[in-house]
């Protein structure tokens, strides 16, 4: 069965949830259906917003019985277009479900799928430990949405992604049936592990309301440096350099010098620095006890740093994370980007950040390209603005660029619908099969997600 866009109020929603959690009122539902970068807008004829497990479980049911097709939303931080109706689906907000619970003797947090990321940070800081996942959207991304699509953000090089801190998770399947393992059992080997599955599933296989999540000893000790280079080969270099040499390392950033100038331009942030320089590296460091003579001494013994600015003090070092972090917001100013959020192996970093910016204005000879990410990872977020939202030419040159180098089309966005034409360049027809049976397993009826992630049937 294909499962049917309504353009008419779901009635029964209203039963399960309240009928003031079924939002209908264009006014109201605006904030739902267009994404952040104002490239992907669909419509809904509804976003119902359930507040436990149960009420989750008893909207997928009455969906799949009446063929309803639903879009699953959290902070609607999404970027690939995997969290708004395009086809016009009922949204399925997890929002109110914020139930947080911190497990300080496990050092372990249960989190409901609409904790913001910034609430679960709070909440661990608050019990002597600290959440592992950090990106610039904390204050709206949800953890339901961090593990679906599972996000990595600024601290990989350090702690992992997303899916390296789930240890346990509840979810309603396409079904409406409610799996549910929250013991958090670090060893745990009984079985297939459904978590993991779920996690960057892209909401594909099931409604994830709720999981189990590992914390990681504070390091609240913490400096920052912003290097700059004449080059890029340099600031490549001393990525390694530094990952090596400071174990305390947590972050390695990379942006250019376009990129500064219009965060500096858009914000009203002065330069860092008197001179202009082709790239820029921000490393920070983080311990339990101060990691700024160990960042010093191996910034000192980099070749070729042309400058550096360092953040001893809080006030400093989110001065300098506001160089890096401002980047989406101002390339925004700009009309809707494309976001291509790729990785690349380390031996192919330097080739495919030298042929991006070609690879582009080949295809549309007016766009701008703005390169930017964590370099500690190899993951390259190439922004360009000046194109049709619709025009895709650009889109499908970068991902095959990407792919031509090893590298992946998705580094931690996720595939959405964005990019699922592409899914080959990575994965096998034999593998996207196997996608296609898992979520016949657990979505016989494909509800959830339908438009994302596993390609249509040629
Ligand atoms: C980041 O690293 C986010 O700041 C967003 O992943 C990247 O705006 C982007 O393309
Ligand atoms: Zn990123």
Avoid at 141 to 159: E, F, K, M
Avoid at 342 to 363: C, E
Wanted: glycine residues 12%; aromatic residues 4%; contains cysteine.
């Amino acid at each position: 069965m294909t499962p049917k866009a309504h353009d008419r109020i779901p009635p029964g929603l209203a039963d399960i949830v309240g009928p003031s959690q079924v939002l209908t009122e264009p006014d109201m539902v605006a904030g739902y259906v267009a994404d952040f970068t104002g490239r992907y807008v669909g419509a809904t004829p509804a976003v119902v917003r359930p507040a436990s497990t149960a009420e989750v479980a008893a909207v997928v049911s009455w969906c799949r019985q009446e063929g309803v097709a639903l879009t699953l939303q959290g902070g609607n931080t999404g970027l690939v277009g995997g969290g708004v109706p395009l086809g016009g689906e009922v949204v399925l907000s997890l929002r109110r479900l914020d139930a947080l619970e911190i497990d300080g003797t496990a050092g372990q947090a249960t989190a409901g799928a609409g904790v913001t990321l910034a609430a679960l940070q709070a909440g661990a800081v608050g019990a002597q430990w600290a959440y592992g996942v950090d990106f610039a959207s904390r204050d709206s991304a949800t953890v339901g949405g961090s593990v679906a699509t599972n996000a990595g953000g600024l601290r990989v090089l350090r702690y992992g992604d997303t899916r390296a801190q789930v240890v346990g998770a509840e979810a309603v399947l396409g079904t409406g049936a409610v799996i549910s393992h929250l013991s958090g059992l670090v060893k745990d080997n009984t079985g297939y592990n459904l978590a993991s599955l779920l996690c960057g599933s892209e909401g594909t296989l099931g409604v994830i309301t709720a999981v189990r999540l590992r914390l990681v000893p504070p390091a609240p000790q913490r400096v920052v440096a912003l290097l700059a280079f004449d080059g890029l080969a340099p600031a490549i270099a001393a990525v390694g350099a530094l990952r090596r040499e400071v174990g305390s390392l947590s972050a390695a950033e990379l942006f250019f010098a376009p990129g500064l100038e219009l965060v500096c331009d858009v914000t009203g942030l002065r330069p860092p620095f008197s001179d202009r320089h082709a790239a820029y590296l921000l490393v920070e460091a983080a311990g339990q006890s101060d990691p700024a003579a160990d960042l010093s001494d191996a910034v000192g013994s980099l070749a070729a740093v042309a400058d550096v600015a360092m953040g001893l003090d809080s006030v400093r070092s989110a001065e300098l994370w506001r160089y890096r972090e401002a980047h989406t917001e101002a390339i925004n100013t700009l009309g809707p980007p494309h976001k291509l959020d790729v990785t690349l192996p380390a031996s192919a970093l330097g080739a495919f950040l030298d042929a991006a910016p070609t690879t582009v204005t080949d295809v549309v000879a007016t766009a701008r390209v703005w390169l930017f990410g964590h370099a500690g990872d190899g993951n390259i977020h190439v922004n360009v603005s000046g194109l049709e939202p619709d025009d895709e030419r650009v889109d499908e040159a970068v991902l095959f660029l990407a792919a031509g180098l090893g590298g992946s089309i998705s580094a931690e966005h996720g595939i959405g619908t964005a990019k699922r034409r592409w899914l080959h360049l990575n994965r096998s027809a034999t593998e996207i099969e196997t996608f296609a049976s898992i979520k016949r397993a657990l979505d016989p009826d494909g509800i959830l997600n339908p438009n994302v992630l596993i390609p249509p049937p040629l």
